[in-house]
């Protein structure tokens, strides 16, 4: 364990990389949710019709259809065959996501993210202990259960209680419900269960994880043998189980971080002050073997 264990987490990026350098990839990702959301919003607000609809089902410019597939998925148990051009975008959407990685959909375009990043700033700020934990596959059953519901009842069920819709839909026709929706998330987080809703719950983040199990872009701990167990990467991980088998795999593993549960957010990359992680693609399994600064002989260390 180094030194800068005990340090605040980020301090050492922030004082090698300056304040903007070690939250470059967080300010990307605010300005990333906040575009989407004005692009929807940009119609109903200001009357200037660029994007109609929501997350779930849009069209863009008049010509583009883009369509939530896991709401495509739902309606097609449910026995309603989408239209061709809401398949259409499904296949759209899950084409990019399965090459960016479908948890990107989760760091830089859903609006309930800030919402659990903020109830995540706050827990820690507090000190409050871990809470309920329940096993990751707990969403992949939530996912499952509204496939299984949605079938049974005709409908798409998830859509009846899904924050990111309503809080889409709310901003448009006014938050009502949706703003207890929002605080029930952020509470839970808080209080009951550390990084609980996306981490555990949400089935739409365990969807879009599945549909990038094979994505070609990827994060690398490439430089891990310049790591010094700070640990701050762990700490700022919404996915924390994603790093250890790329940062801490045994010499010749491979250092990308494969696993479809990393969101592909690059906040480790923005905290980490010895450069150990880049993002790269999954063909890319270079390490760099810088000596360990722990055990490296005075001297080798610039
Ligand atoms: S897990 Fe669900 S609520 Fe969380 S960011 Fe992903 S889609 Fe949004
Ligand atoms: S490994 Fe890095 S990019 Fe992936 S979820 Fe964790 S902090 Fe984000």
């Given at each position: 364990?180094?030194?800068?264990?005990?340090?605040?987490?980020?301090?050492e990026?922030?004082?090698?990389k300056?304040?903007?350098?070690?939250?470059?990839?967080?300010?990307?990702?605010?300005?990333?949710?906040?575009?989407?959301?004005?692009?929807?919003l940009?119609?109903?607000w200001?009357?200037i019709?660029?994007?109609?609809?929501?997350?779930?089902?849009?069209?863009?410019l008049?010509?583009?259809?883009?369509t939530?597939?896991?709401?495509?998925l739902?309606?097609?148990v449910a026995?309603?065959?989408?239209?061709?051009?809401?398949?259409?975008?499904?296949?759209?959407?899950?084409?990019?996501?399965?090459?960016?990685g479908?948890?990107v959909?989760c760091?830089w375009v859903?609006p309930?993210?800030?919402?659990?990043?903020?109830?995540h700033w706050l827990?820690v700020k507090?000190?409050?202990?871990?809470g309920?934990q329940?096993?990751?596959?707990t969403?992949?059953?939530v996912?499952?259960?509204a496939?299984?519901?949605?079938?049974?009842a005709g409908?798409?069920?998830?859509?009846?209680?899904?924050?990111?819709?309503m809080v889409?839909?709310?901003?448009?026709?006014g938050?009502?419900?949706?703003?207890?929706?929002?605080?029930?998330?952020?509470?839970?987080?808080?209080?009951?269960?550390r990084r609980?809703?996306?981490?555990?719950?949400?089935?739409?983040?365990?969807f879009?994880?599945?549909?990038g199990?094979?994505?070609v872009?990827?994060?690398?701990?490439?430089?891990?043998?310049?790591?010094d167990?700070?640990?701050?990467?762990?700490?700022v991980?919404?996915?924390?189980?994603?790093?250890?088998?790329?940062?801490?795999g045994?010499?010749g593993?491979s250092?990308?971080?494969?696993?479809?549960?990393?969101?592909?957010?690059?906040?480790?990359i923005?905290?980490?002050?010895?450069?150990?992680?880049?993002?790269t693609h999954?063909?890319d399994d270079?390490?760099?073997?810088r000596?360990?600064p722990?055990?490296?002989p005075?001297?080798?260390?610039?």
């Amino acid at each position: 364990m180094s030194a800068r264990t005990r340090m605040p987490v980020g301090l050492e990026a922030r004082q090698k990389k300056g304040w903007i350098g070690a939250n470059r990839y967080l300010l990307l990702r605010r300005t990333s949710q906040l575009f989407f959301l004005m692009l929807f919003l940009l119609g109903p607000w200001f009357g200037i019709w660029i994007v109609q609809g929501t997350l779930a089902g849009s069209l863009t410019l008049g010509v583009l259809p883009l369509t939530d597939p896991f709401i495509a998925l739902q309606s097609l148990v449910a026995g309603h065959l989408p239209a061709t051009s809401a398949l259409v975008g499904a296949l759209i959407v899950l084409g990019v996501y399965a090459v960016l990685g479908g948890r990107v959909y989760c760091s830089w375009v859903c609006p309930i993210n800030p919402v659990t990043d903020a109830a995540h700033w706050l827990h820690v700020k507090l000190g409050l202990s871990k809470g309920w934990q329940p096993k990751r596959q707990t969403r992949l059953w939530v996912m499952a259960t509204a496939l299984l519901v949605s079938a049974l009842a005709g409908t798409v069920a998830w859509e009846l209680v899904n924050p990111v819709t309503m809080v889409h839909r709310g901003l448009v026709f006014g938050m009502g419900a949706a703003w207890g929706m929002v605080a029930a998330i952020f509470v839970f987080d808080l209080v009951v269960s550390r990084r609980g809703w996306c981490g555990h719950v949400c089935p739409v983040g365990a969807f879009y994880g599945l549909l990038g199990h094979k994505s070609v872009v990827r994060i690398s701990a490439a430089q891990r043998s310049a790591c010094d167990d700070c640990m701050d990467c762990y700490a700022v991980c919404p996915e924390q189980q994603v790093i250890s088998p790329a940062l801490k795999g045994k010499p010749g593993s491979s250092p990308l971080i494969l696993s479809p549960d990393c969101t592909n957010c690059g906040r480790c990359i923005d905290v980490c002050a010895m450069d150990v992680f880049n993002f790269t693609h999954r063909f890319d399994d270079r390490v760099d073997d810088r000596p360990d600064p722990l055990t490296a002989p005075a001297g080798r260390i610039a």
